[in-house]
C-alpha cells in the first residue's frame, strides 16, 4: 500500500471514532472511489485537455467555499493543508496525471479537513463531495455538474413510473370526462373518445374521487395493464383495455392565420418530428395551400437534439444539417440529408425565434438559415450549443460531463453565438420597418452582420461572440415578428433577399 492510501485508511478509520460528531462518518475510500471514476472519465472527454491535478485542485477550493479559514495549495513537490497559518497536512503530489494519485490525495484532504473543520462536519459528507464537484465545473463550463445520489435515484424512479394513457381529463358537473387524447397513445388505441365518461379503473369506481386521484391511477410504471369502464356520449358502457406507456408531451400545435401554416414547436421531445411532419402534411393538404410556412422557436429551451435535426430534414433535400466537435473522437459527428424530402415542396419557410429560444431550437434555427431553406426572424438566440455525456458513480451519483460543441452547417459554433436572425426585430419597429424597405429594394441590410457571424470559429471567446451579437441583442417575443412574417410571404422578392444564400 502507497504512503498516500495507508494515510487515507489512516484519516478514515479517525472519522469512525466515538470521537467524531453525531453525523454520518465521512467514507473516505468510497470518496476517493468516487473521485477517481469521475476524474478517469472526465478527463479524455473535456472539450479542452485538462489533467486530474489541475482539475483536483480547483475542486479541492470546495473545502475553502465552506470553511473560509482551510486553504489546499500545492507548494513545490507538497500538497498543503492549513487552517489559517496553521499547516494541518501536507502530502506528497502526485503526478499531473495520475488521476488515482489525486483522487486519493484528494480524499485523504477531505478527511483531515473534516476532523479540523466544525463547519465541514455539520455539512457532512456529501455536501464536501457536491463543493469539489461544484468547484472543479465552475473553471470549464455552465453545463457540466454532478448530481448527488439521492435526486439522481428520483430522476431515475420517476422515468420508470413515468407511462401513462395518454388521456387529458377534465371535471364537469361531478363527472370525469376525456378532455383530450394523445395520438397514438394507449387511449387512443384502446378505442377512448372524446366525451366519455370514466367510470372504473381495474375495477375501482371513481365517481367520487378527486380529479388528481384519478390521474395517477392512470399513470404507472411502463406496461402496466388497465382495464377501462367508461360511458360514452351515446350513453353505451365499453370496456377500454390498454397498457401504459410513456407519451411524451404535445410538443407541436398548428394553426392557420392569414393564409400562413403557424407551427409552434415548444420543446423536442421523442415524437416532435413526426408530430412535426403530420402537422406540415395536414396544413399543407388544405385548400387553398399556404402561402409560407412559419416555425414557431420562440421560448423553445431545446430537447432532443436528433428531433431537431430530423425536424430540418423535413424541409430540406441536401446537405449538412449540424455537426458536433469534441476531443473524444465519440463526440464528434456529422448529420447530413442525402436525397430527402421537402414536405412543403418549396413553399416559402420562415423560423421565428428570441433570446429565449435555445440548445436544439437553436440547431433547427441555424440549420435551416444556413442551408438556405428558410429565413430567421426575432433577435439572437440564448447561445446553448454544447453536449454533455453521463455516467453513474460509485456513490449512484450522476456526473454530467461537456464533450462536444455543436456546430452549424457552415461550421460557426452556437455556443454563447447563439443564431443571428436574418430580421432583427429586437431593436424596435422604425428598424424593422427600414429592413424591410431594404429587403424589398432587393438589399440585405443585415449582410455584414451575418457574414460575421457565419465565419467565425470555436474556440470563440465571450467578448468575441458579443461584440458579434451586438447588432441584434436578445430580446422577447413581440408582435413585429409575426408583422414582418407576413411581409415575407406577401413579398417573395423580399424573402429571396432575406435568404442570404
Known sequence: MSKLAALVCALAMLQASPAASATPPFDARLTGRVYASALSFAVPRLLDA???????????????????????????????????????????????SDTEGWSLA???????????????????????????????????????????????????????????????????????????IVPGGPGATAGARIGDRILSIDGQRVTNLPLEKIQALLTGPDGTQLDIEVKG????????????TYVPPETVFADRQDGLLVVRITSYTSNTAERLSQAVEAGMAAAPPPRAVVLDLRGNRGGLLRQAVNAVALFAESGTIASTAGRDPAATHAWRIDGGGDLTHGVHLIVLVDGRSASAAEIMAAGLADLGRGVVIGSSTLGKG??????????????????SRVLAPRGWPIQTLGVMPQICTSTGADAVRAELDALAAGRQPAAEAIARTRSARPPLSVAAALALRAPCPAGAASDLDISAARFLADNPGAYEAALLK
Not at 233 to 244: A, C, N, T
Open 50 to 96: 485538462t489533467t486530474p491535478g489541475e482539475l483536483t485542485l480547483w475542486g479541492l477550493h470546495g473545502l475553502s467555499v465552506t470553511d473560509p479559514s482551510l486553504t489546499v495549495s500545492q507548494s513545490g513537490a507538497d500538497l498543503v493543508l492549513r487552517q489559517g497559518e496553521t499547516k494541518l497536512v501536507s502530502l506528497p503530489a502526485p503526478h499531473a
Open 106 to 180: 484528494a480524499a485523504s484532504l477531505d478527511a483531515a479537513a473534516i476532523e479540523a473543520s466544525e463547519k465541514l462536519r455539520h455539512a457532512g459528507t456529501q455536501a464536501i463531495k457536491q463543493g469539489f464537484f461544484d468547484e472543479m465545473f465552475a473553471h470549464l463550463d455552465p453545463y457540466s455538474r454532478y448530481v448527488p445520489p439521492a435526486p439522481a435515484e428520483e430522476d431515475r424512479d420517476r422515468l420508470a413510473v413515468d407511462a401513462s394513457a395518454g388521456l387529458g381529463l377534465v371535471r364537469q358537473h361531478g363527472a370525469t370526462m376525456v378532455a383530450d
Open 233 to 244: 356520449l351515446d350513453g353505451e358502457r365499453r370496456e377500454l383495455d390498454l397498457g401504459l
Open 386 to 403: 454544447l453536449v454533455q455525456t453521463i455516467t453513474r458513480l460509485p456513490d449512484g451519483g450522476e456526473l454530467f460531463v461537456t464533450w
